[in-house]
Structure formats: structure tokens, C-alpha cells
């Protein structure tokens, strides 16, 4: 082989790049965050499969309808009618942002900008405590 | 024909996953043994092809250039046109790796009457680039998947790449770039005749190939979209080499199209004309320095040949020289020893 004083060190470069996921996960990988389900409600307002998959979606469509369209009830697929609203609806079973939705969304790296406006339960809990105590 | 042949054959290649899932449910083989299976023919593959080419001998030295040669002081010389050593040609390199240098030279020709008549044509320049960082950048992006841990860099090229915020989730500049420059490729190879002439099938296929893997990449982000989470679960079994199907979730079929047809670009890489990502690297034309003039550069395969010198041939038949009255011509012979010994010690 004629240049192995370059080609060995680009073929070991060239592994290193397309094998960086195995180096950067070594000792890093743990057990896979779980989110916390809520305990008392077992039916979200579609498919368990549905909601894992386009959840966002469905919050899309609720904001156009509740916002754009001044519709706020929503069947679900059992035929239940729900009042659309984030802060009253979902967050009335999935009772924490952090432990809830952060926890996939911090793991997949995925960045909604639900709370940029709306205010998380435990914003409000925290705003509660601090008017009380100024009371 | 070759396009015909090249688009049924991605066609087969997205029915291969979409039946075996969704009708035989075959999840775990195409989800853990294929992508395995193809990952381990790329690396084997591309190393394989790296050696082979590295064996082969440079017989001469015959860099590419279009600048002035380093030769006087007082000449100016061009760096990157014309590399005098071996900083200048990582320049060079670099430049032509990372930007299409040569690419940007690119000239079209056409007829006009019985004129033949050359101008810039920089549009396949641009659609070059726009594909080629287009797919590193997903590519590099793809690695939020991967990573238990996701480095803040990750998050940054996220919010870079969805800067304009169309759409929900928002579209990424990096996937309209990547469309855009293989939609380009694509079309100039059906519309322009002189190209058309001189593509194959081995053409066609890749363009075919990664123009499924990007439309069924953006159509899983915006239109049937899969449980994230339950990728990236499996995505880190692959690379932590402790495979498992994710346990409680279902991940849409559209998934393993996407990672078969990816399986079977890594596969085909290392034997098609896409390995010119370590091809140029060994391009003789690009990687050697022009200095010709100032380096005696030695034919690897020259055979070592046996000489008989002009005094051992002296020496050899000094009888017959002397007896027919020829003069011998010692003293330069001598001299030449001496210098020999020199070179020696």
C-alpha cells in the first residue's frame, strides 16, 4: 500500500465520523426517560396510538378552531365531547409539564413553543404561592 | 430506459418494506438485522475499495493546474491554482472538498448556427452544493436520534435550519435544499441532451434512491407521522449495540421504508459512483503538489534496472583493450569511484 502514512489515519477517521452515535452514547445512555401518565384517567381524547404519534398536530387544530374559529368543543373518538383548551383540558390529567411533556420532548430533542404563550401548571402553582405569600 | 429501469427498481425497493412490515410484520428484521447487515457492507465495503486504491502505483506526478508555477522569487505564484507543496494542496483540497472549486469552473458549449460558443454555467455548481450540504447537514442533524444526550450544537443547527417557522412542525431549510438541488440533477439529466446521452442507469438509481429517502423523510415529519419517541428508543439499541424493537410502541410503516432505502444506500455506496466521497481524496490530479521541477519525483513501479557502467565495462575487457592499443582511461575512473564511496559514507 503506498501512502499509508495518510490513508490509515483517513480510513480511522473516516470510521470514527460514521461511528460517532456508539462514542458519544459510551457510558452516557441510560434507561429511557418515561413520561408520567396520569393515574386516574386512562383515555386521552383520541387513541393512545394516535396522540403518541400526532399530538401536535391535534394541538394545531384545537388553536385553529378555538382561536381562528371561536369553536371550543371537540369529539373525541369515544364520543365524548371535550372543551378545547390546553391549560384546562390536557393539563387537567397530564398534571405537570415537566414530568409530562418535557421529558420526550427534552429526549427527542424537540422544541414546541406551547409555552412561549400559555402558562404551565407549574408556573401557575409558582405564581399562586408568590401572591399568597404577598398577601 | 434507465431512468424507467432505475425508478422501477426504487419502487421495488420501498414495496421490499412496506409489505414485509405491514403484511408480514417482519419489524424487528427490518428495523435491527438489515440496518446492521447494510452498515456492515459500507464499512467493509468502503474500506475494501480505500486499500485497492491505495495499492495501485502513481507513476507520475501529474497534478491538474491552472496558475502560475512556483519557479523564481520574484514570480508570483498561485497557492491554490498551482500547490508547491503538500500545505498548499491541503488547501487546495480543502477548497475543492468543501466549496466545488473545479465545479465552479464549469463551462457549457453550445452551437449557434455553426458556431460552437462556451459561457458560465454556474447552475450545476449550485445545485451540487445545494444537495451535497443539504444531505450532510440532515445527516448530521439525524444524530439527535442517535445520542442519548443531545449536544447543545444539535438544538442550535435545529433552530437554525427551522429559522423561518413555516408550517407546524416547522419545515427545514436543509430539506428544501436537498429537494431543490436532487430535483436539479434529476432534470438536468432528462432535459439537457448532451447529459442525457452519457447517463446510465448507475445515474439515475442513486438520484431515484435519495430522492425516496428525503420524500419519504419529509412526509414522515409533516404528513404521516410516526411515534419519535419510539424511534429514537430504537435508534439508540442500534448504537449502543443493544438492539430491541421499542416495546410499547407502534411505529408507522413509513419509518422502515425510510431506514430500508437508507440500509440500501449505505449498502450500494461503497460499489457505485457515489464512493467519489473518498474517491476524491485519491484523485491524482488534485492530491499532489506541482513541483515537478523542484522534486525528482520516482515511478513506484520502475524496475530496478541492472546497468553496466562505463568503467566496469573498462575493467571487464581491459585485455582486449590494452592488446589492441586502446588507451584506458583510469584516472577518471578512479574519480568516480571516490565520488561513489562519498555518496556511500
Known sequence: MYNSDKVIPGIIIFIIFFTIPMWLNLGGAKAIPRPELPKEEKNCVESKEYMRAYHMKLLLKWRNMAIREGKRTFVGADGKTYLISLQNTCMKCHKSNEKFCDRCHKFVATHPDCWHCHIAPEEVAKLRRWQNGNR | MNVGVSLLAVIALILIPWIGVSALGLDSFFGIVIPYLAFFVFFIGLIYRIVQWARVPQPFKIPSVCGQEKSLPWIKYSRLESPANTWEVVLRMFFEVVFFRSLFRNLRADLQGRRLIYGSAKWLWFGAILFHWGFFIVLIRHLRLFLYHVPSILNYI???????????????????????????????????????????????????????????????????????????????????????????????????????????????????????MVGVFFSPTRNLPNDNRMRRYVNPWDYPVKYHTFCEWQEHFKEQLQQAGFELDEEWCKGQNVAKENKAA
Open chain 2, 158 to 276: 435545529d433552530y437554525v435550519d427551522s429559522f423561518f417557522q413555516i408550517g407546524f412542525p416547522p419545515i427545514y431549510i436543509t430539506d428544501l435544499m436537498i429537494l431543490g438541488g436532487l430535483l436539479f440533477l434529476l432534470l438536468r439529466r432528462l432535459v439537457d441532451a448532451k447529459v442525457s446521452y452519457i447517463s446510465h442507469a448507475s445515474d439515475y438509481f442513486p438520484l431515484f434512491l435519495i430522492l425516496g429517502i428525503v420524500i419519504s423523510g419529509i412526509l414522515m415529519r409533516h404528513v404521516y407521522k410516526v411515534d419519535v419517541y419510539g424511534v429514537k428508543e430504537l435508534a439508540i439499541g442500534l448504537a449502543t449495540l443493544h438492539p430491541a424493537m421499542p416495546k410499547d410502541a407502534h411505529i408507522g410503516t413509513i419509518f422502515f421504508v425510510h431506514l430500508f432505502l437508507v440500509c440500501t444506500l449505505a449498502a450500494y455506496f461503497p460499489f457505485s459512483k457515489l464512493v467519489h
